[in-house]
């Protein structure tokens, strides 16, 4: 990654608001309008003048622009993205980290977000719920058999997309069996397994199972299953099982939202549980669990068969007359 440092840069005049309309991104992007803004990043819609086309722009807001780390991490996110193949994961379209600043190119997705959608609607129906979350468990899956964990599930990173979930942010993916590297804190707290917040316990498949269990449970219920998030001293003695009488107990989905089905209740609880070796090993699991829930698309009685002209032939074919 030491060409990073090696290309100058592109200087670019912005303030300290970011980008607004009509100003350049590199030399190909115009903004259009501002997505979303975290603490480190900023998401623009941009238009292309190279390939003509619309698409969403991640970059570093300042001062993340200028440090070697972010810029990395940005980098990373990209290719890992770049490597990725997968109907329900945000395609990545370009990475450039020679101009300023840094940005990855993303099809930009409709939304909304499934935070937005959340409180939109309060809850969603089982069947909307267990389909989308599937989505998500499969592209989870795909990002597992790579080797990595997305460690950032919630909400918020996932978008709709022509009615469907698309996978965004992997911003914090790691390779599978490490630690957090960065310390506790690094993810989104009441998403994140006791092993994620204590950052002493190696990570793994069943880290995202649990994220993924409280997504479940928040899309069915409006609510979270973990009364207030863990502290880090306490997922350590909870881990350890020192200090028995800690031990976490999620909220069960069936005391919530009395009517779902029993399996549902079980997966849910499962995916759940505090011991990372009491939760379903492998997302391909949860997504098996999961399918019996989501019915196949249904035909639409109104769809009539749509009458296509057939073209014209100008000449005869010889091939069928000989
Ligand atoms: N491809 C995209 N199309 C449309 N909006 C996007 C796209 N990617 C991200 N966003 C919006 O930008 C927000 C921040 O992007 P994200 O990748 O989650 O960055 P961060 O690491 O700052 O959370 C998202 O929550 C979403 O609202
Ligand atoms: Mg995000």
Redesign the pocket.
Same mark, same amino acid.
């Given at each position: 990654m030491d060409n990073i440092v090696a290309v100058k840069p592109i200087p670019i005049r912005r303030s300290e608001s970011g980008f607004a309309p009509g100003d350049r991104i590199g030399e190909r992007l115009t903004v259009v309008d501002r997505i979303a803004e %975290?603490n480190r990043t900023a998401v623009y819609a941009v238009w292309d003048n190279e390939q003509w086309a619309a698409f969403a722009c991640k970059v570093l807001r300042p001062p993340y622009d200028q440090e070697r780390h972010a810029i990395e991490s940005l980098v990373r996110e990209g290719e890992l993205l770049a490597s990725m193949s997968h109907p329900n994961i945000v395609r990545l379209f370009d990475i450039s980290y020679t101009t300023d600043p840094a940005y990855l190119l993303m099809e930009q997705l409709e939304g909304p977000d499934l935070r937005t959608l959340l409180d939109q609607r309060g809850r969603l129906s089982v069947q909307q719920a267990t389909s989308l979350v599937a989505e998500v468990a499969g592209a989870l899956a795909h990002l597992h058999q790579l080797g990595y964990l997305h460690l $950032?599930i919630k909400p918020?990173?996932i978008m709709m997309q022509h009615g469907g979930a698309r996978l965004? $942010?992997l %911003?914090i993916a790691r390779l599978v069996g490490r630690r957090t590297g960065e310390g506790p804190g690094s993810g989104t707290t009441p998403y994140m397994a006791p092993e994620q917040v204590t950052s002493d316990h190696p990570l793994t498949p069943a880290t995202d199972v649990f994220a993924l269990g409280v997504l479940l449970f928040e899309l069915l219920t409006g609510a979270r299953p973990f009364p207030r998030p863990l502290a880090p001293r306490a997922a350590d003695a909870i881990l350890s099982q020192r200090f028995p009488q800690l031990a976490l107990r999620a909220d069960r989905l069936k005391d919530v939202r009395p009517r779902v089905p029993a399996a549902l209740d079980t997966l849910v609880a499962d995916c759940l549980e505090v011991d990372p070796r009491d939760r379903p090993a492998t997302m391909a699991e949860v997504l098996a669990s999961l399918r019996q829930f989501v019915a196949p698309p249904s035909v639409k009685a109104t769809a009539k068969p749509r009458l296509v002209p057939t073209p014209l032939r100008a000449e005869p074919l010889p091939a069928l007359l000989a």
């Open positions: %975290g $950032d918020r990173n965004i $942010d %911003g």
